[in-house]
């Protein structure tokens, strides 16, 4: 896989956004079969930044209603992405 299939989006929350302030963490929707070292080589290819650490998760669908008619969102995979000091990823700066 290449970065471009590993790295979804970005997520911007507001508590992405305090971790992004404080801590120089970068949230990211990821492959669901992506594994930590494919994840760190992405960013730093994409995005030419150092990577400290990765930290992934499964984040599940919630269900939802509509009436009767019960929904559920999809299962996808997070990625928590702490960069080297002084490190910045441009697309979160704007934010």
């Known amino acids: 896989m290449n970065y471009i299939e590993i790295l ?32 760190q080589q992405a ?18 669908g919630k269900l939802k209603r509509r009436g009767r008619i019960v929904g559920k969102q999809r299962n996808w995979k997070k990625a928590i992405v702490k960069l080297a000091p002084n490190q910045r990823i441009e697309i979160f700066e704007g934010i």
């Open 43 to 60: 960013v730093e290819t994409a995005f030419k930044v150092k990577v400290e650490s990765v930290n992934t998760m499964h984040v599940r």
């Open 8 to 39: 979804k989006r970005p997520v911007l929350t507001e508590k992405s956004n305090i971790q992004k302030e404080t801590a120089n963490q970068v949230t990211f929707e990821v492959a669901s079969q992506a594994n930590r070292i494919q994840i």
